[in-house]
């Protein structure tokens, strides 16, 4: 599978390619198809490589890699972006990294499944970057963002929609939502808004006015 790049003018998001479970590749040719910049993070590196997946930079400690693997042909060109901070995860190093680089949009793959920490660590990484850079994390089964304060989009009926708070979110209003909310806070884990679903064909609105909301659109 090679790439990609049929635009490059800063208007598409740009694709971090994580090491968590692979997806299909449909998908990842799809989302490859139309990103201007691909990141890649160490751990994934030599999955990459094996699947002849052309990206712009690499970024990590490299502590894992094999040795001289900086003069593999197929990262010629590509630039080495070295980030040993020991503090920060990976993905919130490279979220960090295309913020810089002037990106404003990036979907991530391969950012659930396989270590559990990993997972969760990624999926609670989301707010963080909140108004600095839209992050959405995409895999067979579902799309995961980060829930502006106020939100509207169009749903075929039945389609399956997760809230699920960053801790707490208050001040909940949803329409066309199965199990609605009026005013309602969820509470990790305690109470969340999980595999709601969408009434009827049309748009589904939802404001909150606090705390965090992680949307996921979800299909199995």
């Known amino acids: 599978m090679s790439s990609h790049h049929f635009v490059r003018d800063g208007q598409e998001p740009a694709l971090i390619i994580a090491n968590g479970a692979g997806c299909d590749t449909d998908l990842l040719g799809q ?3 139309w990103n201007p910049y691909v990141l890649v993070l160490d751990g994934a590196l030599q999955r990459i490589i094996d699947l002849n997946i052309r990206v712009d930079a690499v970024l990590g ?3 894992s890699v094999n040795p001289g693997w900086e003069a593999h042909p197929a990262l010629q060109g590509v630039r080495i972006v070295h980030a040993p901070d020991q503090e920060r995860t990976d ?3 490279g979220i ?3 913020i810089a680089e002037g990106q404003k949009a990036a979907h991530i793959v391969w950012a659930t499944g396989r270590r559990s920490d990993h997972h969760f660590n990624n999926l609670a990484t989301l707010p963080a970057y909140a108004g600095r850079i839209e ?6 089964h579902s799309r995961i963002f980060n829930l502006p304060r106020s939100f509207k989009k169009w749903y075929p009926k039945g389609t399956v929609i997760s809230l ?3 801790m707490e979110a208050g001040g909940i209003h949803t329409s066309n939502l199965e199990f609605a909310l009026q005013g309602d806070s969820l509470h990790f884990p305690m109470r969340s808004g999980s595999s709601n679903r969408v009434t009827e064909d049309g748009f589904v609105e939802i404001s909150y006015a606090s705390g965090h ?3 996921m659109e979800c299909w199995d």
């Not at 992050?135 to 067979?140: C, E, G, H, P, S």
């Open 213 to 215: 909301l992680l949307m």
């Open 31 to 33: 989302l490859l198809e």
């Open 96 to 98: 960090e990294f295309l």
């Open 61 to 63: 400690d490299f502590d």
């Open 135 to 140: 992050l959405t994390i995409i895999d067979d």
């Open 91 to 93: 993905l919130q190093k």
């Open 164 to 166: 699920i708070p960053v």
